[in-house]
T-cell receptor, first 115, second 115 residues
């Protein structure tokens, strides 16, 4: 089974620029998550999708972050404009919920550096 | 609200020593799941174990063992006869029955195993 695919692997941008990250979940996984992991901290949920609908985006800084999941498969997370404090690893994960035993598979992440 | 606390920020041991990583959690859910993930230097999050709140039986898997105590809200992880390859950041995480696979992570414990 192919894992969760993310690209790019690394990105360096200047503050106030925009950036986009892409995620392709495991085939058949209805639920998709974006987490932000700042260096030295645990991952924190930004947004959760169920198919192409948003379940929870309470922690997403909506003034600069946006995310979409068209057709309930791939997802894109965008930051515009970026700030220095957005430097982090952005992890995408997917899960096959509704089967009684939650299990989340993570991608390798995109490491963003804002200079 | 859910919270996971990993009080040990960094642990350093010599190869073949046993080491225990502590995890304390808070939740109002009566049914929930607890997880441990490993994050090696390469950055991906590797799933180690999932436990549901109804099952307090301790588990052993090779050199790994887990001690779940509902009375103290703890889910500790022990590595027996540690090896250099065990060096990584270890995260404890929690999801509630209504959260699906949406995870609340602790801040992580950096384990360094020295030869």
């Amino acid at each position: 089974e192919a894992g969760v695919a993310q690209s790019p692997r690394y990105k360096i941008i200047e503050k106030r620029q925009s950036v986009a990250f892409w995620c392709n979940p495991i085939s058949g996984h209805a639920t998709l998550y974006w987490y932000q992991q700042i260096l030295g901290q645990g991952p924190k949920l930004l947004i959760q999708f169920q198919n192409n609908g948003v379940v929870d985006d309470s922690q997403l800084p909506k003034d600069r972050f946006s995310a979409e999941r068209l057709k309930g498969v791939d997802s894109t997370l965008k930051i515009q404009p970026a700030k220095l404090e957005d430097s982090a690893v952005y992890l995408c994960a997917s899960s096959l919920d509704g089967v009684g035993r939650p299990h989340c598979t993570f991608g390798s992440g995109t490491r963003l550096t804002v200079v | 609200a859910q919270k996971v606390t990993q009080a040990q920020t960094e642990i350093s041991v010599v190869e073949k020593e046993d080491v225990t990583l502590d995890c304390v959690y808070e939740t109002r859910d009566t049914t929930y799941y607890l997880f441990w993930y490993k994050q090696p230097p390469s950055g991906e999050l590797v799933f180690l174990i999932r436990r549901n709140s109804f099952d307090e039986q301790n588990e052993i898997s090779g050199r790994y063992s887990w001690n779940f105590q509902k009375s103290t809200s703890s889910f500790n992880f022990t590595i027996t006869a540690s090896q250099v390859v065990d060096s990584a950041v270890y995260f404890c995480a929690l999801s509630g029955i209504n959260s699906g696979s949406r995870l609340t992570f602790g801040e992580g414990t950096q384990l360094t195993v020295n030869p």
